[in-house]
């Protein structure tokens, strides 16, 4: 079920899309024929990228036709934001169901009446531009992990579309005020705060990244190759796809290369755990273990001040079983934020499975009082309330 949810404030600063072509101020940017390319060892054919950037947001003819059947009426942009609803998600807001594990493009994800993130993203953007509404699609801060599978981290940012508005809407006999509306795909991480806002270029990237990793993943190493080469072209700035590549390196030995691309991943974003734990353990295999030390400080001290880390790993933790742990680090994120709605729901399910009953409700009425609509608190409510 897709969720939605208006914003309530704006932000008067945000970031600008972080698809930009020039790495952040301070950062030389290396020019891309100029990374550690291995095209003879991978048999690289440009080729071998299949979906092209023109594809990505390509709407079949027939849905086409359905919404130049509502741009005829001349709506309001109310009005016409109710439409991409309907059209997208149904007259009940169910007909696409949540599906991770694979990207598709816009025409694909329609055809399949279901997708993971960055697919419905993609499909509700492309519906939402051709409906003619201020809509964008933005990269926000997340609990999430794309992948971890073995010993390989895969990482992309959550997104998701927000619907720039100064009107009010009505939306299934509710009135809402002049906010702006962002809708989220993702069932237990959604977010509904103004994020990053990212161009084509920078979905598309994130896009090929997923099928890069995907293949890798599936022991397709040179089409894994092929596609974050793709990814890196088209939005250089896009820092997790270096990690992955580094990933892909380190897997068939091409230690040195490797290291440089997540050197230069970790120029563009100095923030970026999974590039600093892959170079940690990176430098540790080598015996380099001065040099490791140093990455082994910066995450710690990175990861203590960061509630996501904190909570990604609370996640992991419950889903693992290891209450206990997942209390400790679920408290240590409470700590650390104001306001978390995620914090409070997975802590509150954490003390439960850890036998604290009275913190757990405690963590749920929190919760409720931030937002009485959260969508886990009725989940919480029946797990509570259930007889053992």
């Not at 990228?49 to 009426?73: K, S």
């Not at 007909?95 to 594990?101: E, K, N, W």
């Not at 009135?175 to 795909?185: E, H, K, N, Q, Y």
Request: aromatic share 12%; proline share 5%.
């Amino acid at each position: 079920m897709p969720i939605f949810k208006y914003l309530t404030t704006l932000l008067v600063l945000f970031l600008s899309a972080c698809s930009s072509i020039n790495p952040p101020p301070g950062v030389t940017p290396i020019p891309i024929e100029q990374l550690a390319w291995q095209d003879a060892f991978f048999a690289y054919d440009p080729s071998l990228v299949t979906i092209h950037r023109q594809d990505l947001f390509y709407l079949n003819p027939a849905l086409t036709a359905q919404i130049n059947a509502v741009l005829a009426r001349r709506m309001a942009m109310p009005a016409r934001l109710n439409q991409l609803l309907t059209i997208v998600f149904g007259s009940t807001h169910t007909i696409f169901p949540y599906r991770a594990g694979h990207s598709t493009i816009a025409s694909e994800t329609w055809k399949n009446k279901y997708g993971d993130c960055i697919s419905l993203t993609m499909l509700s953007y492309a519906v939402g531009k051709a409906l003619q509404l201020p809509i964008e699609m933005q990269e926000v801060e997340s609990a999430t992990l794309f992948d971890r599978r073995e010993q390989i981290d895969f990482i992309n940012e959550h997104v998701n579309i927000i619907v720039n508005n100064s009107q009010q809407i009505e939306l299934k006999e509710k009135t809402l005020g002049a906010r702006d509306f962002v809708i989220d795909f993702e069932p237990e991480f959604a977010v509904f705060e103004r994020g990053r806002s990212l161009t084509e270029d920078g979905i598309a990237a994130r896009f090929y990244n997923n099928l890069a990793s995907e293949y890798f993943a599936n022991d397709q190493p040179r089409l894994a190759y092929a596609y974050f080469k793709a990814a890196i072209y088209i939005d250089p700035s896009y820092a997790e796809s270096y990690s992955n590549l580094a990933q892909l390196y380190r897997s068939k030995d091409l230690l040195a290369d490797a290291e440089k691309m997540l050197r230069y991943c970790l120029q563009i974003n100095p923030n970026a755990e999974i590039a600093m734990t892959s170079l940690r353990d990176l430098l540790t295999q080598q015996n380099r273990t001065d040099e490791a030390q140093h990455y082994t400080d910066l995450l710690k001290q990175w990861q203590y001040k960061n509630p996501y880390h904190w909570l990604r790993l609370g996640i992991y933790q419950i889903n693992h079983q290891q209450f206990s742990d997942a209390v400790d680090s679920l408290e240590h994120a409470a700590e650390i934020t104001h306001g978390f709605e995620e914090v409070h729901a997975n802590l509150a399910l954490a003390y439960w499975h850890n036998k604290q009953e009275k913190k757990a409700r405690e963590q749920l009425n929190i919760l409720t009082k931030l937002n009485p609509n959260n969508a886990r608190i009725s989940v919480l409510n029946k797990m509570f309330n259930t007889p053992p």
